[in-house]
């Protein structure tokens, strides 16, 4: 199909498409990579020290996030952040949850324990897009603050949050 969409685009012709993640890589020729591997980051029981943020409510991310822990969940250390407090409560609440997970991951990654900062699995949306549109702000720009108030150096960041719904 992409050759097709390529010839015709050589003779002048112009295309929208809407289409999944893949499409964008295979159009432009990038060769697909084997996944990460918790060891590729180095992860194991002799060298901790990494912040893995998870915000995705994609069935895909939250595959991953149970295979990381069921590889990596005896030494993980996870803090699930409450959907619910940050997007439909107080702003009271928002910011406690915000600094509870804040304060744990220092805590931990000060112990040099590798750290998985997960939203919690429920997927809350509004009545309308523009509401769900919001909702996914106030959470991800609460994952962006949590880790802004993360004093300890991690040995690595890896993240992964949102796919707007």
Sequence with gaps: M??????????????????A?????????????????????GINKERKGGLIVVGSYVPKT??????????????????????????????????????????????????SKDTLIMTSRELITGKTACESLEINFKVSSALVEIVRRISTRPRYILAKVFQFV
């Design 62 to 111: 939250t595959k991953q996030v149970e295979e990381l822990k069921l590889q990596c969940g005896h030494f993980l250390k996870k803090l699930e952040v409450s959907v619910d407090k940050l997007a439909m409560k107080s702003l009271e609440e928002r910011e406690e949850e915000i600094n509870r997970v804040a304060e744990m991951a220092n805590l931990f990654l000060g112990a």
């Design 2 to 19: 992409l050759l097709c969409i390529e010839q015709a685009e050589l003779r002048g012709k112009s295309f929208l498409c809407r289409t």
């Design 21 to 41: 993640a893949s499409f964008v890589s295979t159009r432009i020729g990038i060769i697909p990579k084997a996944p990460i591997l918790p060891k590729d980051l």
